[in-house]
């Protein structure tokens, strides 16, 4: 049982180049997300799925595109790299999706992050 | 404006003191949430408060959860360096959102 692995664990690119940032869970969980972690700022929610084929965004999905065609697969896509995009990428799952009003019942696993870099 | 301010941003105590740390709002949640992240690795984890006036003790860690569920801290006895780390909470907001905190960062010295 591997959790929530990402790759790669560094990446560099050119402004206008794109790339695809991979997530995987072996849990069988429903919920999954994209983060990012700047300076000060926290994590902030990219896109979020709570199942396969259903995808939406979150606090800062611009430049971001996403698809969950599987329940294990969460693939975070930057179509044109600008330097605004230089953070630490996390992926995260949960058995269940986290329900506004609801109380929260269930971890959120963390992957261990990739460390990007747009020149 | 961030949704969930937490204070101090960074703190740094000789080991064997106390610290409390803060996560404030002006929106009601219906639980918070606290991880601990270390450097190189996604956070994890620690404890989920749900009720309004709530204690949660983890070892030498203690959450409390605010009355009116606006709030939460986290209080730590006798700070170990094991305790170093970024402290975030998190609650939700809108349909699936979970938002997380602008973090302490928590250095201890032995």
């Known amino acids: 049982n591997a959790g929530v692995t990402q790759t790669p664990k560094f990446q560099v690119l050119k402004t206008g180049q794109s790339m695809t940032l991979q997530c995987a869970q072996d849990?069988?969980?429903?919920?999954m997300s994209w983060y990012r972690q700047d300076p000060g700022m926290g994590l902030r929610l990219i896109h979020y799925?709570?199942?396969?084929?259903?995808?939406d965004q979150g606090e800062v999905p611009n430049g971001y595109n996403v698809s969950r065609s599987t329940t294990e697969d969460f693939p975070l896509r930057l179509l044109s790299a600008a330097p605004s995009q230089t953070s630490v990428y996390f992926c995260?799952?949960?058995?269940?999706?986290?329900?506004?009003?609801?109380?929260?019942?269930?971890?959120?696993?963390f992957g261990p992050g990739t460390r990007l870099t747009v020149l | 404006t961030q949704l969930l301010e937490q204070s101090p941003q960074f703190l740094s105590i000789q080991e064997g003191e106390n610290l409390t740390v803060y996560c404030n709002s002006s929106?009601?949640?219906?639980?918070l949430q606290w991880y601990r992240q270390e450097p190189g690795e996604g956070p994890v984890l620690l404890v989920t408060?749900?009720?309004?006036?709530e204690v949660k003790k983890l070892k030498r860690l203690t959450f409390q959860f605010g009355d009116a569920r606006k709030d939460s801290s986290l209080h730590i006895t006798a700070a170990q360096p094991g305790d170093t780390g970024l402290y975030l909470c998190?609650?939700?907001?809108?349909?699936?959102?979970?938002?997380f905190g602008t973090g302490t960062r928590l250095t201890v010295i032995p």
């Open positions: 995260a799952s949960s058995s269940s999706v986290p329900t506004y009003g609801v109380p929260l019942t269930d971890t959120q696993y």
């Open positions: 849990m069988n969980h429903e919920y």
């Open positions: 799925s709570v199942g396969a084929g259903i995808t």
């Open positions: 929106s009601v949640f219906s639980s």
């Open positions: 408060v749900v009720t309004g006036g």
């Open positions: 998190a609650g939700l907001e809108g349909a699936n959102n979970l938002f």
